[in-house]
């Protein structure tokens, strides 16, 4: 899409960076998982550096929302600065040091994978330098220089054992590039692009692992991605090859050109770099580079809370466990990514140096089946999948046993876009119904369904604001039918479901209903609070009898694992004496985060 091209590097600029590298990140995703051969040939860097950079631009857009809500009437906030107009501070818009923060944060608490561990250090990097300026507007040229080389030197420090022929390598070289650019940040920044892409061709010749698999590395193409998006911030244009670079064997040209495809690998043509073979030994942005080793059965990586001396200590004590290890962060935030055979003694390690949350633990025997997956002919897609966000392991169950693909929604953490992508690419259908299930997750749902559309798929995205109105609307889905069909059916179903859900207050808090205090028990109604009490079981009668109120047929309740095992039969024995022509079921949701979840139909 055509945007005005930014002078500086001030917060709009920031944020059209984003935006513009989450893009093209999209458009190259696929192209950097086929080549990903190390650290171990899972290919899923080109989606972990998709998901790192989502987290970012969300961080970035949350922030400019949160000041256009304080500038009041519309026009006065950032959007409507011009790259020759006021900055958005001037126009009431967040800092560069705001917006390059919150850049940082986002991408620091969701990355994924070796390499966007190594990319949040990066942005992380550069924002070190850019915030370092709060009392400023925006950078030029020399200040946009000094943020590549601090990001280049920062992203090789969080990396246990460096690696030449990596990322790493191509971060240095766009830096050394940018260092000998003269000029405006659009100067810098194409400079910076030309040296990475010229890196970026001769990683084969460093890493044996790469020379085998006949392609360039993963991450490097993923970053020579992002500097691209930089470029084009700054001139309005997809930036194209200005030199001619040398081109591995096994990267040829792509059948349809495309501008995304093989970004920075050869001049002219877009170029499509081909899969690593079966049994193409993997190497690592940190470890032995050889390949010639067994590589250890577990990714793990973790936030963790924890201060500078037991960070020290919790490297060098997982760097004895395994390789891979990357570590970056800091101010007591850090996200720690590594490969071990003992995922438990590294998840105990983050324990004793503070406070590890939001784990994930990948066996790297799922690459191996994808792999074998992929040798093996193509199955033929199905005509029709449903593909459902759901908040708690019980209701993971109940929707998968009704046919639908389910994408698990853990108490504050919400899926990101690329994971319902993925959701999607796993029901393998030529037509998706997509139930985001939460109204927080409309406009995540909605990239999602645009991202499947592009690579073919027939995508309806309906929707429901809970997981109550899901199941009303798996209720009436009828693969058989024509779509439309079928999507009016579900639409129609999920909109005459009224939802409720019962919580505890975790703070003080103004609602519709008064004021609560902390530990109160709420009663959500169609997404406002309608009740606040301190039994929980009398709050869900309270809601359940308004609710009713208006009429229903069925009632659907969800019971957390945290919610009394006896307000159920409370509930179902006040239906069956005061609303006799009213039908009521049971699930048990699991670790969902409310007590209670309530659909009257």
Do not use: K
């Not at 026009?75 to 006021?86: F, T």
């Not at 309005?236 to 059948?255: D, K, L, M, Q, Y």
């Not at 019971?559 to 024995?573: F, K, N, Q, Y």
């Amino acid at each position: 899409m055509a945007h005005v091209p930014q002078r500086f590097f001030d917060a709009l600029a920031v944020r059209t960076w984003c935006g513009l590298s989450l893009s093209a990140l999209g458009r190259a995703r696929e192209e950097i998982d086929a080549i990903n051969v190390y650290p171990v040939a899972d290919g899923d860097t080109g989606t972990n550096l998709y998901l790192t950079v989502e987290s970012a631009a969300a961080a970035v857009e949350a922030v400019f929302a949160g000041h256009e809500l304080d500038a009041g009437p519309p026009g006065a906030g950032p959007s409507a600065a011009r790259a020759d107009g006021p900055s958005p501070v001037e126009a009431g818009g967040p800092s560069l040091a705001e917006a390059v923060g919150a850049m940082a944060h986002g991408a620091l608490i969701g990355a994924r994978g070796n390499s966007g561990t190594i990319l949040a250090q990066l942005l992380r990097g550069m924002a070190q330098v850019l915030t370092e300026r709060s009392d400023s507007a925006h950078t030029d040229g020399a200040g946009l220089r000094l943020a590549l080389r601090n990001a280049a030197e920062s992203a090789r420090q969080a990396v246990a054992h460096p690696v030449e022929g990596t990322v790493l390598t191509v971060a240095s070289a766009a830096a050394d590039a940018g260092e000998a650019a003269e000029g405006d940040c659009a100067e810098v920044a194409r400079a910076a692009y030309e040296g990475a892409r010229a890196a970026l061709a001769a990683t084969p010749g460093q890493l044996s692992v790469l020379e085998r698999a006949g392609v360039v590395d993963a991450g490097g193409h993923g970053l020579v991605t992002v500097l691209g998006a930089l470029v084009e911030t700054f001139t309005g244009r997809t930036p194209g090859p200005s030199a001619p670079v040398t081109v591995h064997a096994r990267v040829e040209p792509h059948p349809d050109g495309g501008p995304d495809a093989g970004a920075g690998l050869t001049p002219g043509d877009g170029l499509h770099a081909h899969p690593a073979p079966a049994g193409a030994a993997p190497a690592g942005e940190c470890g032995p580079a050889n390949g010639d080793h067994d590589d250890p059965a577990f990714e793990v990586i973790y936030l963790l809370e924890a201060d500078d001396a037991a960070v020290a200590r919790l490297r060098q004590r997982l760097d004895a466990l395994g390789d891979s290890l990357v570590v970056v962060g800091g101010d007591e935030l850090w996200n720690v990514h590594v490969h071990v055979d003992d995922a438990g003694a590294a998840v105990e390690a983050g324990v004793e140096a503070g406070r590890p949350y939001r784990i994930r633990i990948t066996h790297f025997g799922h690459a191996d089946a994808r792999a074998a997956a992929a040798e093996r002919a193509p199955r033929e897609p199905r005509r029709r999948a449903v593909v459902a966000v759901v908040p708690g392991e019980g209701l993971a169950g109940l929707y998968a046993e009704a046919g639908a693909t389910a994408v698990l929604a853990r108490p504050g953490e919400p899926p990101a876009s690329g994971e319902l992508v993925q959701a999607v690419r796993r029901a393998h259908a030529r037509e998706v119904v997509l139930l985001p299930n939460d109204a927080e997750l409309r406009h995540t749902a909605a990239a999602a369904a645009e991202q499947a559309r592009t690579e073919g798929v027939r995508v309806a995205l309906i929707p429901t604001r809970s997981a109550v109105q899901g199941i009303a609307a798996l209720a009436v889905h009828e693969p058989g039918r024509r779509f439309d069909e079928d999507v009016v059916a579900m639409t129609s179903a999920a909109g005459a479901t009224r939802y409720a859900e019962v919580v505890v207050a975790e703070h003080q808090s103004w609602t519709t209903a008064g004021i609560c205090q902390a530990g109160d028990v709420l009663g959500l109604i169609d997404g406002d609070v309608a009740v606040i009490g301190a039994d929980v079981t009398e709050v869900a009668a309270t809601v359940l009898d308004r609710m009713l109120s208006a009429g229903g047929e069925l009632v659907t309740l969800v019971l957390g694992d945290e919610a009394p095992g006896t307000v159920t039969e409370h509930l179902e024995a006040r239906v069956r004496e005061a609303y006799l022509a009213v039908d009521t079921v049971v699930h048990r949701g699991g670790r969902q985060g409310a007590l209670l979840l309530v659909g009257v139909e």
